[in-house]
């Protein structure tokens, strides 16, 4: 069974830093590309940050200087640091991890159960 735990979500002001945590109970799958996404009130779903297998990193345009993703295969874990948190950075923070079982080459995406992020100004 598949079970993705996240945390570091919270209350910050403007400028600050958080630092958001995944961490993957795979089983018996392998860990491909895995990504952050942010759900504002009222607004869609929307991609912040993925980081491929070997590390190959990808962001939105409105965290580029900002969001650093990171992984670590070995713990099964991706992060998030995020620094100069706007107001506007202001959501659900959900991480999305693509797997593929040992004994198949579907590939199939899961979700955290998502983390709080408010940023004040």
């Known amino acids: 069974q598949v079970q993705l735990v996240e945390s570091g979500g919270g209350l910050v002001q403007a400028g600050g830093s958080l630092r958001l945590s995944c961490v993957a109970s795979?089983?018996?799958?392998?860990?491909?590309?895995m990504g952050w996404y942010r759900q504002a009130p009222g607004k869609q779903r929307e991609l912040v940050a993925t980081?491929?297998?070997?590390?190959?990193?990808n962001y939105a345009d409105s965290v580029k200087g900002r969001f650093t993703i990171s992984r670590d295969n070995a713990k099964n874990t991706v992060y998030l640091q995020m620094n100069s948190l706007k107001p506007e950075d202001t959501g659900v923070y959900y991480c999305?991890?693509?797997?593929?079982?040992?004994?198949?080459?579907?590939?199939?995406?899961?979700w955290g159960q998502g983390t709080q992020v408010a940023v004040s100004s």
């Open positions: 980081i491929t297998r070997d590390s190959s990193t």
């Open positions: 795979a089983g018996a799958f392998s860990l491909n590309a």
């Open positions: 999305n991890i693509k797997m593929t079982p040992w004994t198949s080459s579907s590939e199939y995406g899961f």
